[in-house]
């Protein structure tokens, strides 16, 4: 095997290892849809128990953290979700795995809220409005990856000033007085016109599209 086989069989590889994002459900997308309106009990969203995680990939590994809610409700009428809208405080973005390297912990979170990423000078808060909502009915021979999925969820994902609807499986529990809604999905980051090193031209510096999101949020009435 020559040198230049063998250096483009461990491109093709590191490249591969790349687009290995969490396994998770791939969130479809499509246009904006009308937004649901809310029917029967207000549950305001627990800002401190509520919270979000990402999670991105690269060639070299990856990296992942937390970015907290700002605000949110969801409506329930007879047990049933109606409506539901959150806001997303985008400039509380941390990492979590460099918590041990102050300077390299400081850096990716300068690159992630600058320009490049989300911006969140110019866009501080991203948000999600709620389209729709079904039980969640798996399609034949469909490999979930959110086993115990109650409900899928539809609603308008604006992220940089960039809005597009997206559909995700969902876990609700009702409790009284309680509603928890629980996911994990992949989406293409570029989709939302967040490019920066999407490109796999650019080889070892190339930073996985696919974006992982998962969230726990909790609601009281």
């Known amino acids: 095997m ?24 791939k969130a479809k997308v499509g246009d904006v849809q009308k937004v649901k309106v809310g029917e029967g009990h207000a549950y305001l969203v627990d800002t401190a128990t509520s919270i979000i995680g990402w999670i991105g990939t690269k060639p070299t590994g990856k990296h992942h953290g937390t970015v907290k809610v700002l605000s949110g409700v969801i409506y329930v009428k007879d047990s049933i979700v109606t409506a539901a809208q959150f806001v997303i405080n985008m400039k509380t973005m941390e990492n979590v795995d460099l918590a041990a390297d102050t300077s390299m912990k ?3 979170e300068r690159e992630l809220k600058g320009p ?17 909502i079904e039980p969640f009915k798996p399609a034949v021979d469909e490999d ?3 086993k115990d999925a109650t409900h899928t969820i539809k609603g308008n994902f604006t992220i940089k000033g960039v809005t597009k609807n997206i559909s995700f499986p969902a876990i609700l529990t009702f409790l009284p007085g309680k509603v928890s809604a629980m996911a994990s999905f992949n989406i293409d980051r570029t989709l939302w016109g967040i490019t920066y090193r999407a490109d796999k ?16 949020v909790n609601a009281n009435r």
């Open 116 to 132: 490049l990423f989300f911006d969140v000078a110019q866009f501080p808060t991203a948000s999600f409005e709620m389209t729709a």
């Open 144 to 146: 979930l990856n959110l």
């Open 201 to 216: 031209s650019v080889q070892d510096k190339l930073i996985n599209s696919l974006v992982n999101i998962s969230f726990t």
């Open 2 to 25: 020559t040198k230049r086989i063998a250096y483009t069989i461990f491109l093709l590889i590191i490249l591969a290892a790349c687009q290995e994002a969490p396994r998770a459900d």
């Open 106 to 108: 400081n850096k990716l």
